[in-house]
Nanobody, 125 residues
Framework: EVQLVESGGGLVRAGGSLRLSCAAS????????IGWFRQAPGKEREELSC????????YYADSVKGRDTISSDNAKNTVYLQMNSFKPEDTGVYYC??????????????????WGQGTQVTVSS
């Protein structure tokens, strides 16, 4: 059973930075993708970024392109999301998700099979 544990959320000022971590366990070899999503209050879950295991390809939503960087440490089976230049509208619960597929685009939430518990990020203006 795949398990995901997110960490690194918190309260941050507009313009500030945070790095979220997603530690995965119980994964098997083969094509894998890990994505980051945000769910703001009263809104649907929004895909932000994903990374593929086969070639390390990365994909970003327009809302975070140029501000966020997704990366992976395969030895630790951990994926990171470095987030910079926060805006108040970035407030929400951030989730990482895992799926056994080759990432070729910014995959929507229905493509993923496993989810972390989420970590709250609150941006103050």
């Amino acid at each position: 059973e795949v398990q995901l544990v997110e960490s690194g959320g918190g309260l941050v000022r507009a313009g500030g930075s945070l790095r979220l971590s997603c530690a995965a366990s119980g994964t098997n070899r083969g094509d894998r993708a890990i994505g980051w999503f945000r769910q703001a209050p009263g809104k649907e879950r929004e895909e932000l970024s994903c990374i593929g295991s086969s070639d390390g390809s990365t994909y970003y939503a327009d809302s975070v392109k140029g501000r966020d960087t997704i990366s992976s440490d395969n030895a630790k089976n951990t994926v990171y999301l470095q987030m910079n230049s926060f805006k108040p509208e970035d407030t929400g619960v951030y989730y990482c998700a895992f799926g056994y597929f080759a990432a070729t685009i910014l995959a929507p939430f229905r493509e993923y099979d496993y989810w972390g518990q989420g970590t709250q990020v609150t941006v103050s203006s």
